[in-house]
């Protein structure tokens, strides 16, 4: 089991260019490179035409296993910041 911190990566995905993958990725690689255990919804979404509720699932699962995150600049732009359906 690993003893590095274990962060989430979250922001804004939905309407934005390349879903915003570029951004999620840098921030992994650079909080990896400070030592983090980083799960990053880039890579646990890779399908773009996977639906939303799917992807927020996949998420969400990840997410509780988290010891805390990182937020991206204008998480609070993102759908999933109040799990809204709609």
């Not at 934005?16 to 400070?34: D, G, K, S, V, Y």
Request: proline content about 7%; hydrophobic content about 45%; charged content about 20%.
């Amino acid at each position: 089991m690993s003893t590095k911190p274990r962060l989430y990566v979250a922001g804004p995905m939905s309407g934005l260019p390349e879903l915003n993958f570029p951004a999620f990725h840098q921030a992994a690689a650079a909080l990896r490179a400070r030592g983090f255990e980083v799960v990053n919804p880039a890579e646990i979404n890779v399908d773009p035409a996977a639906g939303w509720l799917a992807c927020m699932r996949a998420d969400i699962a990840q997410l509780i296993t988290c010891d805390g995150l990182a937020m991206l600049s204008g998480w609070e732009k993102s759908r999933g910041r109040k799990l809204n359906t709609n």
